[in-house]
């Protein structure tokens, strides 16, 4: 892999940023992403640079034929735990990665936060073992920053009900929700200065003013 730490050597441009939206389903990412985007933009264009909106799983093409796979078909858990990184190196390789080295910053809805908390917390894979692939399939790459979108599960429960046939996720039970939730929050525990938590019980307005506030920072 290259080491796009070193990539701003010799008048390359500066390496873009990294940007992630986590949270549990119900949380309110998508419907604030292309606001989030074009706010997003208007602070990259200062320094000269796009925003590349992804998602995971998902994001390449081999990535979108993976997210089939894994959103409609159950399989075993650690099954479940090498195909999302499968999607993510592909994702990583082919468009994360030259992205960044282009200066270009990246906005991805979920990346490997996901993984340690709906595999490692919601069905409750090693934590260790997610971190040997998350370091084989990463290296260093991280994100600079990353948005968790928090609010109670049966909050979350409530947006999401009746609004399409649930996915497989989209199905599981309060009890897994709560793991993955609670798996979210000890991340950010562990590592505060990447994570800004949002409410995201609140209205619509109330959510953005929050995202404002976490733009200035950027
Ligand atoms: P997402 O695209 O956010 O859901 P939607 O757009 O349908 O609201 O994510 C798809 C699902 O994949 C979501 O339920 C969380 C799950 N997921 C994992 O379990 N592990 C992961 O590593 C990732 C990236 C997603």
Known sequence: MTDITTSCQNGSPPRGKFITLEGIDGAGKTTHLSWFCDRLSERAAQQAARVIVTSEPGGTLL????????????MHCETEALLMFAARREHISTLIEPALIRGDWVLSDRFTDATFAYQGGGLGLSIDRL??????????LQPDHTVLFDLPT??????????RLPDKFESKSNAFFMRTRAEYLRRTAQEPERFSIINAAGLINEVREQLEAILLTL
Do not use: F, N, P
């Open 63 to 74: 990535g979108e034929m993976l997210r089939e796979i894994l959103l409609h078909q159950e």
């Open 131 to 140: 971190k040997v692939l998350e370091q084989w399939v990463q290296g260093e």
């Open 154 to 163: 049966d909050t979350a429960y409530a947006r999401r009900s009746g609004v």
